[in-house]
């Protein structure tokens, strides 16, 4: 039988995904066998038809990933349960706080005859799932898996979570990745503090820099999380949005900041048809107006003619970038750009064949 790998994380939206897309193209590349799943879905539309039953409980990141592959349905497995305010609601209500069989229907998915990899991606945090009897210990534990973390880097003080994480899970754990990690810190990083984690008996597999790229937002989702009015270029919404700028200047002073920025987003009020028509000309993805009153058709125009969408929205200006400042770098990798930028981060910084050998797969 293959071997099984889950992929974990302290805190939610760590990079686990891109992590998972990276590994799995090298597996592909060396045609070695894998299947992917997620025992417990944290990213699942429950409206769509036909979602009540189990077996076509597939999680969309299991699902993008898959797609993003060629992987077959059967290369997918599907998820246990949702985690999801209603479920959860459901489980506190009916007092069922413990699971007397979570692990039947993957124990059965996975007898099957497979030499490969199994790679299971965990849910947020080490001790989300709990609810559900599926927090990434149990899994682990359960199913006899190695864990490998994708870990958040901020400073020395992140070392808390791993060194807990370590305490936790034991012999289970297998190593870790640091993510998102300052780029001008990455060798230092590399010198000074993986020697430091792997005296610790923390194994390192990768260091990755941050990217603005990874942590970007479409339009559209900034148009659902802030319940915008799309006033032009509706089919501009999958443009990404990389940083966040507030015209609240001088047209002068604006025009100079602009142009130092990329990709933006940027938040002004509806009367400053100055700033406004300023941004256009920069590299802005979106134009979103705050306050009263409707913009001036030329502007509409000028929008329209540059593929640049132009949102309304009823908030002020502070609690609408707050709203955006809370939307990046957490959303899904579920774009391609994404997905092709992953491929090339985990290639070129993590020690892939390292892993291999610590799992003992012959690739």
Same mark, same amino acid.
């Given at each position: 039988?293959?071997?099984?790998?889950?992929?974990?994380?302290?805190?939610?939206?760590?990079? !686990?995904? =891109?992590?998972?897309?990276?590994?799995?193209?090298?597996?592909? =590349?060396?045609?070695? *066998?894998?299947?992917?799943?997620?025992?417990?879905?944290?990213?699942?539309?429950?409206?769509?038809?036909?979602?009540?039953?189990?077996?076509?409980?597939? %999680? %969309?990141?299991?699902?993008?990933?898959?797609?993003?592959?060629?992987?077959?349905?059967? @290369?997918?497995?599907?998820?246990?349960?949702?985690?999801?305010? !209603?479920?959860?609601?459901?489980?506190?209500?009916?007092? !069922?706080?413990?699971?007397?069989?979570?692990?039947?229907?993957?124990?059965?998915?996975?007898?099957?005859? +497979?030499?490969?990899?199994?790679?299971?991606?965990?849910?947020?945090?080490?001790?989300?799932?709990?609810?559900?009897?599926?927090?990434?210990? &149990?899994?682990?534990?359960?199913?006899?898996?190695?864990?490998?973390?994708?870990?958040?880097?901020?400073?020395?003080?992140?070392?808390?979570?791993?060194?807990?994480?370590?305490?936790?899970?034991?012999?289970?754990?297998?190593?870790?990745?640091?993510?998102?990690?300052?780029?001008?810190?990455?060798?230092?990083?590399?010198?000074?503090?993986?020697?430091?984690?792997?005296?610790?008996?923390?194994?390192? #597999?990768?260091?990755?820099?941050?990217?603005?790229? /990874?942590?970007?937002?479409?339009?559209?989702?900034?148009?659902?999380?802030?319940? =915008?009015?799309?006033? $032009?270029?509706?089919?501009?919404? @999958?443009?990404?949005?990389?940083?966040?700028?507030?015209?609240?200047?001088?047209?002068?002073?604006?025009?100079? +900041?602009?142009?130092?920025?990329?990709?933006?987003?940027?938040?002004?009020?509806?009367?400053?048809?100055?700033?406004?028509? =300023?941004?256009?000309?920069?590299?802005?993805? $979106?134009?979103?107006?705050?306050?009263?009153?409707?913009?001036?058709? &030329?502007?509409?125009?000028?929008?329209?003619?540059?593929?640049? *969408?132009?949102?309304?929205? %009823?908030?002020?200006?502070?609690?609408?970038?707050?709203?955006?400042?809370?939307?990046?770098?957490?959303?899904?990798?579920?774009?391609?750009?994404?997905?092709?930028?992953? #491929?090339?981060?985990?290639? @070129?910084?993590?020690?892939?064949?390292?892993?291999? @050998?610590?799992?003992? /797969?012959?690739?």
């Amino acid at each position: 039988m293959g071997a099984t790998l889950m992929i974990g994380s302290c805190e939610p939206f760590s990079g !686990k995904s =891109a992590f998972i897309l990276g590994l799995s193209r090298k597996l592909i =590349a060396a045609n070695f *066998p894998i299947r992917l799943g997620k025992p417990l879905a944290t990213s699942f539309d429950e409206d769509l038809p036909g979602t009540s039953a189990p077996q076509l409980l597939i %999680d %969309d990141d299991v699902r993008f990933v898959g797609e993003t592959l060629g992987l077959s349905e059967e @290369e997918l497995i599907p998820s246990l349960h949702l985690l999801s305010p !209603k479920t959860a609601y459901k489980r506190l209500a009916s007092s !069922k706080l413990v699971v007397d069989t979570p692990f039947e229907d993957l124990k059965k998915q996975l007898s099957f005859p +497979f030499e490969g990899l199994t790679i299971l991606e965990g849910a947020g945090s080490l001790h989300e799932g709990l609810l559900y009897g599926l927090s990434l210990g &149990q899994v682990a534990r359960e199913l006899d898996a190695r864990v490998l973390l994708v870990h958040l880097w901020q400073n020395s003080c992140s070392v808390e979570a791993l060194l807990a994480a370590k305490h936790q899970l034991g012999d289970k754990l297998v190593g870790i990745v640091l993510n998102a990690v300052t780029p001008q810190d990455v060798e230092v990083l590399r010198k000074e503090v993986v020697p430091s984690l792997e005296a610790l008996g923390i194994t390192v #597999f990768g260091v990755m820099p941050s990217s603005p790229l /990874l942590r970007s937002v479409t339009v559209g989702e900034l148009v659902r999380r802030l319940e =915008a009015r799309v006033i $032009c270029c509706s089919e501009r919404l @999958e443009l990404l949005v990389e940083t966040l700028s507030i015209g609240a200047m001088n047209v002068n002073s604006a025009m100079e +900041f602009f142009r130092k920025r990329r990709n933006m987003a940027v938040v002004t009020g509806a009367g400053r048809t100055d700033i406004q028509l =300023a941004a256009l000309e920069a590299s802005t993805q $979106c134009l979103i107006l705050t306050g009263a009153g409707e913009p001036l058709p &030329q502007l509409i125009n000028r929008a329209e003619e540059l593929d640049v *969408p132009l949102l309304k929205v %009823d908030h002020d200006t502070l609690s609408t970038v707050e709203v955006i400042e809370q939307a990046f770098g957490h959303v899904r990798l579920h774009e391609a750009v994404k997905a092709t930028f992953a #491929f090339r981060l985990v290639e @070129e910084n993590c020690y892939i064949d390292k892993l291999f @050998e610590s799992l003992n /797969l012959m690739i």
